[in-house]
């Protein structure tokens, strides 16, 4: 069965927090706790694994965020997920127009936006903006200049598993020549793909950020790496791993299909030795990426 994107999504929730890179994460949860109120977007927020983590994370001091998805029927997910938290949490949360307000502890606002970012214009200029497994797939040099216009002088930037052009699956394959050869072609799909006649970050986003922030203003605080490491783990898969692994395997098997590039007796047999390998509990996966924490010069 496919695995769809709402379910992927959820399943690499526990892999994506053992990856973080976990001194970036420090540094940006200290430079949240220099605001007296945080005043967040989250970009590509998804079914809302940041917000979670926000929510997670014992802030001392008032939190309005923003969760902006161009997927309204994952911001339902995020919305529904997050009355779940707050009320497990005991923060007695109230609904207002599709928006959460939660007055136990530092008070809580949470914001669901249904639009393409390139839309969005912000009320009031922010002072925190995270991205998580988003800049890859929007055009680089045009999103830091849109986050950049909603952020306030001095605001940050946390932009998370940004992608850069490493995957290696485990064990072996009995036909290597042929794995290199769908990765290659896996990174090139990424490559070609434009969104309004751009180039997105594509299979280098990591490195690409690097390079771009400070044209646009931004200084580099931390960076890291935040690789994900798929592997089986005393003999099982961690929490949602299995999942993560088989749409991995069909986003690099799906690519080489619809190509029409590749031999289709090949690619089967391909497919069903890393099949085997997923059910026998053998299959691994490293994908390099990086997390970046970067400072709007004031
Ligand atoms: C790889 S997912 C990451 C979701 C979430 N941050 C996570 O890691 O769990 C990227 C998200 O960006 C959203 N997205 C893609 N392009 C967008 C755009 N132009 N404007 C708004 N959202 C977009 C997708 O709907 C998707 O939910």
């Known amino acids: 069965m496919p695995v769809s994107f709402a379910e992927y999504l959820e399943a690499k929730f526990d892999l994506d927090e053992r990856s973080l890179n976990r001194?970036?994460?420090?540094?940006?949860?200290?430079?949240l706790h220099g605001f007296a109120e945080i005043r967040c977007v989250d970009v590509g927020a998804g079914t809302g694994a940041t917000m979670r983590r926000?929510?997670?994370?014992g802030l001392a001091v008032p939190l309005v965020l923003t969760s902006l998805d161009r997927d309204p029927l994952l911001l339902d997910a995020?919305?529904?997920?997050?009355?779940?938290?707050?009320?497990?949490?005991?923060?007695?949360?109230?609904?207002?127009a599709g928006e959460l307000h939660a007055a136990a502890g530092p008070a809580t606002t949470l914001r669901f936006v249904a639009c393409e970012f390139q839309d969005?214009?912000?009320?009031?200029?922010?002072?925190?903006?995270?991205?998580?497994?988003?800049?890859?797939?929007v055009p680089l040099a045009d999103a830091l200049s849109r986050l950049g216009a909603w952020?306030?002088?001095?605001?940050?930037?946390?932009?998370?598993?940004n992608y850069d052009g490493d995957t290696t699956l485990l064990p072996v394959s009995d036909d290597a020549a042929?794995?290199?050869?769908?990765?290659?072609?896996?990174?090139?799909?990424?490559?070609?793909?434009?969104?309004?006649?751009?180039?997105?970050?594509?299979?280098?986003?990591g490195r690409r950020l690097h390079r771009l922030l400070p044209d646009h203003g931004f200084e580099i605080l931390a960076c890291g790496s935040s690789d994900w490491s798929i592997t089986p783990w005393l003999g099982e898969y961690r929490a949602g791993d299995a999942i993560c692994l088989q749409a991995l395997l069909d986003m690099i098997g799906g690519e080489a299909q619809r190509s029409g590039l590749f031999d289709p007796g090949r690619?089967?047999?391909?497919?069903?030795?890393?099949?085997?390998?997923?059910?026998?509990?053998?299959?691994?996966?490293?994908?390099?990426?990086?997390?970046?924490?970067?400072?709007?010069?004031?």
């Not at 009320?123 to 988003?134: E, G, M, R």
Request: with cysteine; aromatic share 6%; hydrophobic share 40%.
């Open 178 to 205: 042929f794995e290199a050869t769908l990765i290659e072609h896996y990174h090139e799909t990424m490559e070609r793909r434009r969104v309004d006649g751009l180039a997105i970050g594509g299979a280098f986003s």
């Open 267 to 298: 690619l089967g047999r391909w497919r069903e030795e890393r099949q085997r390998c997923l059910r026998e509990r053998r299959l691994g996966l490293i994908a390099h990426q990086l997390d970046l924490l970067a400072r709007l010069s004031p």
């Open 120 to 137: 969005h214009r912000p009320q009031h200029p922010c002072n925190a903006i995270t991205a998580h497994a988003f800049l890859d797939i």
């Open 54 to 57: 926000l929510l997670a994370a």
């Open 78 to 96: 995020a919305r529904d997920d997050a009355l779940g938290w707050l009320r497990a949490q005991g923060r007695e949360p109230s609904i207002d």
């Open 23 to 31: 001194e970036v994460r420090e540094a940006f949860l200290r430079s």
């Open 151 to 161: 952020l306030e002088p001095g605001g940050i930037l946390y932009a998370t598993l």
